[in-house]
């Protein structure tokens, strides 16, 4: 089998040769910075470094939402709009087309890797802002979790807008390629779960993943959402919304995906893995990925690490654990 055609029959629960080995983010600068002193070679292309380690090959295209000379908050997580009227004004630098280079530039990386992807060598997906990462991004960190009470309205424009622009990218893309999942990138939830009630959930959100879902479904595409920490709270929310599955299920958060699997036979997972063991050596891995190996024979699950692997991992002990990611994803369709 393809890496495309493993990747698809475990999001469709059907039984591949062996499940993928990726990892569906890439790494921190510092961990490469790291792995460059202990060996690796800076020659090679940042997205061909998967593949030098063993890995099969996985490219993320995360579609623009700001045109390039966007304005940039004056501090981290600052506010860009405060107010509706703001709000108007400022999308001349919103929802970028065809005649802004970085939109064209997303599109052909899509186009150049289209060859690989139809023969099966690459997967493709890509991925938006979703309605609790984008307007966070206009509004501020803090503006934003007040703006549910103090500009309802403003919150649903911005969603609103967002829908309608995605909806209407969606097939400039399809026209491209037709890439194996997508993702809304949301990190709407933290250690001690979701960063919002289930009332403003069903308020603000739902009322836009319903919009966008089934309009990215008629093209074949599994939809993924994107957040940290503990999501097992929200998993029936988002199932109501129409999204397939979750990523990246972080372990340091409590996500218990033995009992996620159990709670949820249907729903797609990718990641799992706790990054936390990849310091400590062969034998903690090995018992993290024994944890593991029932979901991985249930099916609908790829493992990978549960986000980007820290910088606290050697070279040697990443080699390590791509060795035994690939003697597990043979043992769990054996």
Same mark, same amino acid.
């Given at each position: ?90 999308? $001349?630098?919103?929802?970028? +087309? ?5 939109? %064209?530039?997303?599109?052909?990386? @899509?186009?150049? /890797? &289209? #060859? ?122 988002? $199932?109501?919304?129409?999204? +397939? ?5 972080? %372990?340091?958060?409590?996500?218990? @995906?033995?009992? /996620? &699997? #159990? ?72």
């Amino acid at each position: 089998m393809t890496t495309v055609e493993r990747f698809r029959a475990v999001m469709d629960f059907e039984k591949p040769d062996r499940l993928p080995v990726l990892e569906w983010a890439g790494w921190w600068g510092a961990t490469l910075d790291r792995w460059y002193g202990e060996g690796l070679s800076k020659d090679i292309p940042w997205d061909r470094i998967q593949t030098h380690l063993g890995l099969d090959f996985i490219r993320r295209i995360w579609m623009p939402l700001e045109t390039p000379d966007c304005p940039k908050p004056a501090f981290h997580g600052g506010p860009l709009i405060e107010s509706e009227e703001e709000y108007a004004s400022f999308k $001349k630098y919103l929802y970028p +087309d065809m005649s802004h280079q970085n939109y %064209r530039d997303k599109l052909n990386v @899509l186009r150049s /890797l &289209r #060859e690989e992807h139809e023969k099966g060598d690459a997967l493709l997906w890509y991925s938006y802002d979703g309605f609790f990462w984008f307007p966070r991004v206009l509004l501020g960190i803090e503006n934003h979790l007040y703006s549910f009470y103090d500009e309802p309205e403003l919150y649903h424009t911005i969603c609103s807008d967002l829908a309608d622009y995605i909806i209407r990218q969606l097939p400039i893309i399809y026209e491209v390629c037709k890439p194996d999942f997508m993702v809304i990138s949301e990190d709407m939830s933290y250690n001690n779960g979701p960063m919002l009630s289930e009332a403003l959930f069903n308020e603000f959100l739902l009322p836009y993943y319903q919009r966008i879902i089934p309009e990215i479904k008629k093209y074949g595409t599994k939809v993924i959402v994107d957040t940290d920490g503990d999501v097992s709270m929200m998993i029936p929310w988002l $199932k109501r919304a129409g999204v +397939d599955g979750v990523l990246p299920l972080e %372990r340091q958060a409590g996500v218990d @995906l033995v009992r /996620l &699997r #159990e709670a949820y036979p249907d729903f797609l997972f990718i990641g799992g893995f706790d990054k936390m063991t990849m310091s400590k050596g062969e034998d903690a891995m090995r018992a993290e990925f024994e944890r593991l190996l029932p979901v991985m024979r249930a099916g609908g699950f790829i493992p990978s690490c549960d986000h980007q692997t820290p910088p606290g991992v050697s070279l040697e002990n990443y080699r390590i654990y791509v060795r035994l990611l690939k003697e597990y994803a043979e043992k769990a369709v054996n």
